[in-house]
């Protein structure tokens, strides 16, 4: 993302409400079946509602919802979408304009999928393609600075990241700027917001997967693929924010798996304060030009725990920009954060995506790293590397022979592909084999001074506290 305005507001007292204007109100079928298909009695199911405006109430379990406009779920109302529920955005767009359809959330949005029925927020079956990976078919959820609160569980989220264009209710609201702007598949607007996004799958997008502009957030549990078209992220957080990201399998990000920073801080929005431990990220910054991706990003003086990852073809390790300029504006948190302790493997495989002689920046000439595998970009010597503070304890592949010492054995994934590939195989298995150096206890970190933020307290959302997962004594997502 380019260009983000900030606006906050006080938090509105949350009236729940379960009714919703009748024209609004989609029909339900008994079972979840695509409109017009036949279920197991051979009856043909009635075409699914059709919304747009404003909606609230409950979307029940198994029903088939076609959004044909911008829809908003309004201030001091809630929408339950109930497991099984498939949404269907309209890839028409709104207008002569054809403005990617916005799913806008000014009170509460509740997603409640299970391992079993998943919600679905997605487009016709028709378009769910290789081809339209990054199309940007449909905007995304933007969660307004008067919403309170959002879980998103057990729900995939595809085909987002639509352009952002004058009539966009993002630009008409400040989110976003018309004209530079890309929907995340989420986006967070309010500080005093208490968000929970977990086992739940963000895939193919064109912009970031999740972009917070505020709030107290758990992300935990989720996969992220095909993240970004030509940027992004899949988890970029500014200031006005305090997040625990953990335990998440973050492949393909365009730029990097985690963008850090305390941009636009101010008086009403305090600084960003995030501890990111325990994901697993694999081949990010491959896709995007010039020298910024590689996995973890952390600037704009963000207050970060990012400790116990196992990072996997990744072009470059964590990169700090303006370190050297300690208390600037610029420079991270250097003086309380912790970026140390990450696993860093490595494939063999040459990269299909390489970035090599001149470039132009800022009419600087600068010359590309022509960094082809991971290992070469651990071992590159980047201006961004914050050698004294930044990845001291860390396990890193920093030649061939080390990254074949190094491979973490995954159950079921190898690690000796092209790293810039970004299909995901549902099959894959992240968790390690017994034997695998990334269980090795003794190089993670597990000191009491970087506790999860909602480890304890947790975040009371619909009515539920959500606690962050514990600290785990091996890199990555999962152990053995």
């Given at each position: 993302?380019?260009?983000?305005?900030?606006?906050?507001?006080?938090?509105?007292?949350?009236?729940?409400?379960?009714?919703?204007?009748?024209?609004?109100?989609?029909?339900?079928?008994?079972?979840?079946?695509?409109?017009?298909?036949?279920?197991?009695?051979?009856?043909?199911?009635?075409?699914?509602?059709?919304?747009?405006?404003?909606?609230?109430?409950?979307?029940?379990?198994g029903s088939v919802i076609n959004v044909t406009g911008h829809i908003v779920v309004p201030e001091g109302k809630s929408?339950?979408?109930?497991?099984?529920?498939?949404?269907?955005?309209?890839?028409?767009?709104?207008?002569?304009?054809?403005?990617?359809?916005?799913?806008?959330?000014?009170?509460?949005?509740?997603?409640?999928?299970?391992?079993?029925?998943?919600?679905?927020?997605?487009?016709?079956?028709?378009?769910?393609?290789?081809?339209?990976?990054?199309?940007?078919?449909?905007?995304?959820?933007?969660?307004?600075?008067?919403?309170?609160?959002?879980?998103?569980?057990?729900?995939?989220?595809?085909?987002?990241?639509?352009?952002?264009?004058?009539?966009?209710?993002?630009?008409?609201?400040?989110?976003?700027?018309?004209?530079?702007?890309?929907?995340?598949?989420?986006?967070?607007?309010?500080?005093?917001?208490?968000?929970?996004?977990?086992?739940?799958?963000?895939?193919?997008?064109?912009?970031?997967?999740?972009?917070?502009?505020?709030?107290?957030?758990?992300?935990?549990?989720?996969?992220?693929?095909?993240?970004?078209?030509?940027?992004?992220?899949?988890?970029?957080?500014?200031?006005?924010?305090?997040?625990?990201?953990?335990?998440?399998?973050?492949?393909?990000?365009?730029?990097?798996?985690?963008?850090?920073?305390?941009?636009?801080?101010?008086?009403?929005?305090?600084?960003?304060?995030?501890?990111?431990?325990?994901?697993?990220?694999?081949?990010?910054?491959?896709?995007?030009?010039?020298?910024?991706?590689?996995?973890?990003?952390?600037?704009?003086?963000?207050?970060?725990?990012?400790?116990?990852?196992?990072?996997?073809?990744?072009?470059?390790?964590?990169?700090?920009?303006?370190?050297?300029?300690?208390?600037?504006?610029?420079?991270?948190?250097?003086?309380?954060?912790?970026?140390?302790?990450?696993?860093?493997?490595?494939?063999?495989?040459?990269?299909?995506?390489?970035?090599?002689?001149?470039?132009?920046?800022?009419?600087?000439?600068?010359?590309?790293?022509?960094?082809?595998?991971?290992?070469?970009?651990?071992?590159?010597?980047?201006?961004?590397?914050?050698?004294?503070?930044?990845?001291?304890?860390?396990?890193?592949?920093?030649?061939?022979?080390?990254?074949?010492?190094?491979?973490?054995?995954?159950?079921?994934?190898?690690?000796?592909?092209?790293?810039?590939?970004?299909?995901?195989?549902?099959?894959?298995?992240?968790?390690?084999?017994?034997?695998?150096?990334?269980?090795?206890?003794?190089?993670?970190?597990?000191?009491?001074?970087?506790?999860?933020?909602?480890?304890?307290?947790?975040?009371?959302?619909?009515?539920?506290?959500?606690?962050?997962?514990?600290?785990?004594?091996?890199?990555?997502?999962?152990?053995?």
């Amino acid at each position: 993302m380019k260009t983000k305005s900030i606006f906050v507001i006080a938090a509105a007292a949350m009236v729940f409400s379960l009714t919703s204007c009748e024209e609004n109100r989609p029909e339900v079928p008994d079972v979840p079946e695509t409109p017009g298909t036949t279920d197991t009695t051979g009856v043909e199911k009635p075409e699914a509602g059709e919304v747009s405006g404003e909606v609230s109430g409950v979307w029940e379990a198994g029903s088939v919802i076609n959004v044909t406009g911008h829809i908003v779920v309004p201030e001091g109302k809630s929408l339950t979408i109930e497991e099984g529920v498939t949404v269907i955005f309209s890839d028409a767009g709104v207008g002569v304009n054809h403005t990617a359809i916005e799913f806008s959330v000014d009170g509460s949005l509740y997603c409640l999928g299970t391992e079993e029925a998943p919600v679905l927020l997605t487009v016709a079956e028709e378009l769910r393609t290789p081809a339209n990976t990054f199309k940007g078919l449909w905007g995304g959820i933007v969660a307004g600075a008067a919403c309170e609160e959002m879980l998103i569980d057990h729900t995939i989220i595809e085909y987002c990241g639509g352009q952002v264009i004058e009539g966009s209710p993002a630009a008409e609201n400040g989110y976003y700027t018309a004209g530079d702007d890309a929907y995340p598949h989420i986006t967070t607007n309010n500080v005093d917001g208490r968000y929970v996004i977990t086992n739940s799958v963000l895939r193919n997008g064109w912009s970031d997967a999740i972009y917070m502009m505020g709030g107290n957030a758990i992300i935990a549990d989720n996969v992220f693929s095909a993240i970004g078209y030509d940027g992004a992220e899949a988890v970029n957080v500014k200031s006005g924010c305090t997040v625990d990201v953990a335990r998440n399998v973050m492949f393909s990000a365009n730029t990097n798996g985690l963008k850090l920073s305390s941009s636009d801080q101010s008086e009403v929005r305090h600084q960003a304060k995030i501890q990111a431990y325990n994901n697993t990220i694999i081949g990010s910054g491959w896709r995007r030009d010039g020298e910024k991706g590689g996995g973890i990003y952390v600037e704009e003086n963000a207050d970060a725990g990012v400790f116990n990852n196992l990072l996997v073809n990744c072009k470059f390790r964590a990169t700090t920009p303006a370190y050297e300029e300690e208390g600037s504006e610029d420079c991270y948190d250097r003086e309380h954060s912790m970026i140390d302790y990450n696993y860093y493997a490595s494939g063999t495989v040459e990269s299909s995506i390489v970035f090599s002689g001149e470039y132009e920046d800022d009419g600087e000439t600068l010359l590309y790293s022509g960094v082809k595998y991971a290992y070469e970009g651990y071992a590159f010597e980047h201006e961004w590397y914050d050698t004294e503070k930044v990845d001291v304890h860390s396990v890193m592949a920093r030649t061939k022979e080390e990254a074949e010492e190094l491979d973490p054995k995954f159950v079921n994934y190898d690690i000796n592909v092209d790293p810039a590939g970004y299909t995901f195989n549902d099959s894959w298995d992240f968790h390690l084999t017994a034997g695998s150096p990334a269980l090795d206890a003794s190089k993670t970190y597990t000191g009491g001074d970087r506790q999860p933020y909602f480890g304890t307290t947790g975040l009371e959302v619909n009515g539920k506290t959500y606690t962050s997962p514990a600290v785990g004594n091996w890199f990555g997502a999962f152990g053995a």
